[in-house]
């Protein structure tokens, strides 16, 4: 092990190679190369922000794993992954956004050099930062090499946190009630919103005296009134207005790991259907954690909520939540398993997922969610202690 | 045209899908698919935080462009694009990383009903949106056409900023000064770098008065000592300390545009090898600005800064600049010209580049930085004024 700190245990990363070669050999996989950071971080304590060029780990049966990156990048793999220097390789700057060559095909050389290049080689082809010409190159370099899509099996190991990891989401949860806090108090008709948004932002990095916050992987959203039919919509430079509610979808995140938690805020006098609305989703939302059970199914929590919305006239038909944990840009959800009726994986204690139906109606939106733990017995546990209400302030 | 307020007139957009379109007729496309958020957003006005799902403009020559995306997403789209409500199309939510689904199958359907699926298409096959997954798909369901490396097609014809872009442009770097400024006024040792960035946080995003901040695409970094040695890691939860340098990677952002900025600052008495370090940084500098005039190629800015960074006995592999506009995370970087010997693109007016010659040395590392514009007649503007000078501090 390096001289540096880990965040976690060599036992916890051995815990992680052993299941992910595990899977690997129930694939009958003979190398695996993984580009997504969060799936690097996790088995190898990488960490930076050069995901924006292509780098990866790769995973044998029979040596140690390997960091592949730039050559720039790895003073940092060297800094913060737990293999010793001889298992950080790496590439030459020319390959980087070149028209000549492209990073594969230095990965494709070291592949051949270990004699993987007959080899059965899983890649994730559904990934942010894999490309497809990624994907071409390394077929075309390697023609005796079989590909086999990969996708998510890392990401499907990350789904039951350890105990270790559960420290650092409850870290995380402290952080959100933080951030939400400090919304509830300075929001108010006038308020710049890129203001509020300095706020959150300053709430969020500063995190607690024990606990810095980390950045999340997705940018703070609160749009207000109309905007908020839309999910995804960033700030402006408007002001708060009385009369309009405004969501506030955030995450405090600590060392990569989330919590996020949404609520609602109300200025002024909420009309009727936003308080049928609130009392609709709070409903739904206890009876979904009631269904958030270890041996039940992701589709049950899925079911338990859109019985209550229905019954209060309310038809959903996005999906009402995804596992969450550790992640970078652009998503703080795992892409495995989806809170949705036709999704029948059964929940397992340790699985953390935001639980999180929120309502973009028709000119206006409202978000009340939860971070949630399943246990070993009972109804799931909330990572964060904030009432599930539309908070309203004149 | 909407309701809504865009950010650019209807000409601006008029004349980038005009570029397109020649670009695309040169190449003998009929279609062209971009994934990109930022090629999205300069083409259609599309922003939202929505690029972690598959969406996309398509580009016709015989009917306006297609905003195509996520059900929920929609709503983002018909309240930012500049096209009307019929050429705002969407996918269900249940498409959405299923493992019997992908949305490519819905596009290839649409595609396929308007007459499309026998020509010649487009798609950014290098691309961190575009997945590996993505192409096999539209492949398969789309056996009779013929499809095209378009990589990078619209983000060259980003590369001539207007005279509408290049406000926000000096926006953000007015922005980048007010971050930077900031950081020298405050930072000490003994500060936790936590708080460090809480503040350059709240000081990007609260913006100026008639300018709030959006998010830049790239975290802030600022490594200290021999952290400094690696470019990309992000901050942690220690302590600043004399007799360390920290350099500080940084951007305003101003409606999605950058103008990067870096500087480094030592606590207490720097080393005769920083100085030394510093001056011959200053002198690259100089020279590559002035090697950075219309008429010029890339490689000559590359070259100007190398030798006299030679002349003091630094050898430096890694290109020197890149590109800068609009971005979305997790680069903001455009992705086509390098400032590097080998680049032999010609300069033109409008061009703006982030000169970037980081030195991450054995065990410390040092950034001067500038943000420049190509003018039509002599050497670079750049775009913030403050002084390319180590900055000391006790």
Known sequence: MPGHDLPFS???????????RKEMAARDLDVLFIEDPSNMAWLSGYDGWSFYVHQGVVVFHDAAPIWW??????????????????????????????????????????????????KRIGVELENYYFSAKAFLTLQAELPNATFEDATGLVNWQRA????????????????SEKIIDGVFARVKPGMRKADLVADIYADAIRGLDDAWGDYPAIVPLLPSGA?????????????????????????????????????????????????????????????????????NVAGDIARALAKELK????????????????????????????????????????MTFHFMPGLWMDGWGLEITESILIRDTGPAECLCNRPRELFVKD
Chains 1, 2 share one sequence.
């Open 160 to 175: 039951v946190k350890s105990d270790e990891e559960l420290v650092f989401m409850r870290r995380a949860a402290r952080i």
């Open 10 to 20: 060599a036992a916890e990363y051995a815990r992680r190679l052993d299941l992910v």
């Open 311 to 350: 019954a209060a006239g309310i038809e959903r038909s996005a999906r009402a939540g995804y596992p969450i944990g550790l992640s970078y840009p652009p998503d703080w959800g795992e892409r495995t398993i989806s809170i949705r009726d036709e999704d029948d994986t059964v929940l397992e204690p340790g």
């Open 227 to 295: 905007d908020a039919s839309a999910p995804h919509l960033t700030w402006d430079g408007r002001y708060m207005e009385s009369g309009e509610a405004t969501f506030f979808e955030l995450s405090g995140c600590y060392r990569r790991y989330h919590a996020p938690l949404c609520r609602t805020v109300f200025l002024g006098t909420p009309p009727q259907h936003f308080l049928d609305a609130e009392k609709a989703l709070a409903d739904g939302l206890a009876a979904g954690l009631d269904a958030a059970r270890a041996g």
């Open 69 to 118: 990156g730039r050559h720039q990048d790895a003073n940092g793999a060297r800094r913060t992954v737990w293999m010793d220097d001889a298992h950080v390789l790496s590439y030459a700057d020319h390959y980087i956004q070149s028209k000549h060559r492209h990073p594969m095909q230095d990965l494709a050389g070291m592949l051949r050099n270990r004699g993987y290049d007959t």
